[in-house]
């Protein structure tokens, strides 16, 4: 049988131009580093995806927490989901959803990402 990342019937887009798409496509990325264990990779991810500013504040978060700031935790989650949930005064508001082990037991992560629509780069992660 098949898992659900290995069916034929699967179809997946995305637009350059949507900053939706593109924190899906962050998320996407970055967690499939992080879970191979390509650093480099990670921070080429941060580097294309996430403001200077962002960047320096997850440090700080990072150094204070001991965890990675981009998921909000020591570990990698088993599934993630971006939907979006607002926009206005130049921003585009997604809400990315972390899922946490399998079955009915999985945990879930909620994540207010922010993104600006002048370059589509994500400018704040929080709790949300």
Request: hydrophobic share 35%.
């Given at each position: 049988m098949?898992?659900?990342?290995?069916?034929?019937?699967?179809?997946?887009?995305?637009?350059?131009?949507?900053?939706?798409?593109?924190?899906?496509?962050?998320?996407?990325?970055?967690?499939?580093?992080?879970?191979?264990?390509?650093?480099?990779?990670?921070?080429?991810?941060?580097?294309?995806?996430?403001t200077e500013d962002l960047r320096q504040r997850l440090?700080?978060?990072?150094?204070?927490?001991?965890?990675?700031?981009?998921?909000?935790?020591?570990?990698?989650?088993?599934?993630?989901e971006v939907r979006y949930h607002d926009s206005g005064a130049g921003h585009l508001f997604t809400t990315v959803t972390l899922t946490w082990g399998t079955g009915p037991d999985a945990g879930h992560t909620r994540l207010a990402v922010q993104s600006d629509l002048s370059n589509k780069l994500i400018s704040d992660i929080e709790d949300g």
């Open positions: 098949l898992s659900d990342s290995t069916k034929g019937d699967e179809i997946r887009g995305g637009s350059p131009d949507s900053a939706v798409d593109r924190v899906a496509d962050f998320y996407g990325a970055y967690i499939d580093a992080v879970s191979d264990g390509t650093d480099d990779l990670g921070s080429e991810l941060r580097a294309h995806y996430l440090a700080a978060w990072e150094e204070a927490n001991h965890a990675d700031g981009v998921l909000r935790a020591q570990d990698v989650p088993t599934r993630w």
